[in-house]
């Protein structure tokens, strides 16, 4: 049917959910009926990956639609350059005014900032052009409060307010934590939202961002989601043993190195990569769990905004920052280069578009997608200096033209502050970095500093165990995969001015949002 308003925005992001644990792609034992739902209304693109990691730089990717080499959030920390354009600053422009649940890792730029500024103690500011109604950053004070007024909770600030009831020893387990099904992070934020969506007006379009943490460790959840899932309900990846791992590149002996248990599980002593094969089983329950008690505060926004009469108004999307490596090659959490810490979820669902409905998209899409795609849907025309594209002509059962033949992204290991990767390599902090080109079949991952590059076959070896980049047999497929980076690279650098020329007859081209003949 023909749109005669403005839709209202629903905009879900839920922290380092993996791309493949959805029962709608095809997991045989995660249970996402209200994800499920949505992509059987809308459109599930299978092929999905974040621009970068961990959760600052990913969502830099996200919100302004700009690669990593571009909006150059590096780390958790990295100021976003007030120059550039965000998904929220687009919105207000549009008419509205997008309020946010939750957080979006945005430190600001701290050249329009004091020194003494609060804002430049935390790197969990909030993205410029939000309105906020709840802030959850991830010490997770306005929870906790509301835990505490409801008698609830172990007392104890974050991360220990996850501790399971019991305490922690030396093997992972699924004590329940100390709070119940109804009072996770999710439920209330979820509650947060149901409580301002009924103060809308109903002939006034609106815009909510929902950031929800889970399933973001800690890896702990309250009963019965913590013994939902079995450790041993499926197959566990195959891997070589610990050292093998470590020796097959430099930077991933760094990275085996400095993971820790306790940024998983807060109280566990110890390296991830000393984890038994119970542990990480566990810890893989544990997380399936956490998505499906996300799945679950999904369906209540769904209810919520159908009791309202609102669902056939409202264009809904789904997706993460990130995603989360689940002990695959010994590691958790995000970054790096294998595709278990960037391949992600991405559901659109428009209800004027029943074109697409039900569809699932194989070609790759990207992170920097979400925000000309949104501008799109807001009634708006996606600037053409941003990396990414609107994915509306998939949404109406088509496809654009000249669309992308792999996926990229982006992981910078520097530490400013503290220099660690510097000193562990020998190469300065503009170097610590890799690039990755994701085809259907290889994959390249270029390398800064001198540190090798690598290249997998991902028809014969999808774990991504056997390195192929110094085979002689394989050297032209890794040379071209080394030009088709360049030429991303090339073809993607900053282009906020370099699409417009001044001519004797006055400025041609595109400047910020402005179009001139």
């Known amino acids: 049917m023909p749109r005669t308003k403005r839709p209202n925005i629903l905009f879900i ?3 380092q959910w993996r791309g493949d644990s959805l029962s709608a792609a095809g997991h045989p034992v995660v249970m996402t009926p209200n994800a499920d739902a949505l992509a059987a209304e809308g459109v599930i693109f299978l092929n ?45 422009r549009l008419g509205y005014d997008p309020t946010l649940f939750g957080y979006t890792d945005t430190t600001p730029d701290p050249r ?9 103690r935390t790197y969990e500011g909030v993205l410029p052009g939000f309105s906020v109604r709840v802030l959850l950053p991830e010490h997770q004070k306005p929870w906790l409060s509301w835990l505490a007024a409801r008698g609830s909770g172990n007392g104890k600030p974050f991360p220990d307010a996850h501790r399971p009831v019991g305490g922690v020893g030396e093997t992972v387990t699924s004590a329940p934590a100390a709070y119940s099904r109804d009072e996770t992070p999710g439920a209330f934020l979820a509650g947060e939202f149901v409580r301002w969506l ?4 109903a002939g006034t ?6 950031s929800f943490l889970s399933p973001h460790p800690p890896f702990v959840l309250p009963e019965p989601w913590n013994t939902l899932h079995a450790p041993d309900d499926r197959p566990f990846p195959r891997r070589p043993s610990r050292d093998a791992e470590a020796d097959a590149h430099p930077f991933l002996r760094y ?8 940024d998983f599980l807060p109280g566990m002593k110890g390296r991830v990569r000393d984890f038994s094969d119970a542990d990480f089983r566990q810890i893989r329950a544990t997380y399936h769990g956490m998505i499906a008690e996300t799945d679950s505060q999904l369906g209540r926004l769904w209810r919520a905004l159908k009791a309202r009469g609102m669902w056939d108004d409202t264009v809904v999307v789904l997706t993460s920052d990130h995603a989360e490596l689940m002990g695959d090659h010994y590691l958790l959490g995000k970054g790096g280069f294998f595709d278990g ?9 428009d209800p004027h578009r029943a074109g697409g409905a039900g569809r699932r998209v194989e070609r790759f899409t990207e992170a920097v997608d979400v925000m000309p795609t949104l501008t799109a849907l807001m009634g708006g025309r996606p600037a053409p200096h941003l990396d990414g594209a609107s994915l509306v002509p998939f949404l109406d059962g088509g496809e654009p033209p000249s669309w992308r033949e792999e996926a990229h992204w982006e992981f910078d290991f520097r530490n400013v502050p503290k220099q660690e990767a510097e000193t562990r390599f020998g190469i300065a902090s503009e170097q610590c970095n890799l690039a990755v080109l994701r085809g259907q079949r290889y994959k390249y991952v270029h390398f800064g500093g001198g540190l090798p590059p690598l290249l997998f076959d ?11 980049a110094d085979d002689p047999a394989h050297m032209p497929v890794r040379l071209d995969c080394a030009e088709r980076l360049l030429a991303w690279r090339a073809r993607h650098l900053d282009r906020t001015l370099s699409l417009s020329q001044v001519t004797e007859n006055g400025l041609a081209g595109h400047v910020a949002g402005a179009a001139y003949p």
């Open 48 to 92: 999905h990956f974040a621009g970068a990691a961990p959760c600052s730089p990913a969502r830099a990717c996200l919100y302004t639609g700009l690669y990593q080499m571009n909006n150059r959030v590096c780390r958790n920390g990295t100021p976003l350059d007030a120059r550039h354009d965000t998904l929220a600053l687009a919105a207000r």
């Open 13 to 15: 992001t839920c922290d």
């Open 205 to 210: 379009p609106w815009f909510a961002h929902l």
């Open 198 to 201: 009924s103060e809308q007006d």
């Open 458 to 468: 991902l028809r014969d070896d999808p774990g991504e165990l056997r390195d192929l």
């Open 112 to 120: 329009l900032r004091g020194a003494d500024d609060p804002a430049l």
């Open 341 to 349: 810490g960037y391949h992600i979820p991405l559901i659109v669902r």
């Open 255 to 262: 990275a085996l190195k400095r993971a820790k248990k306790d």
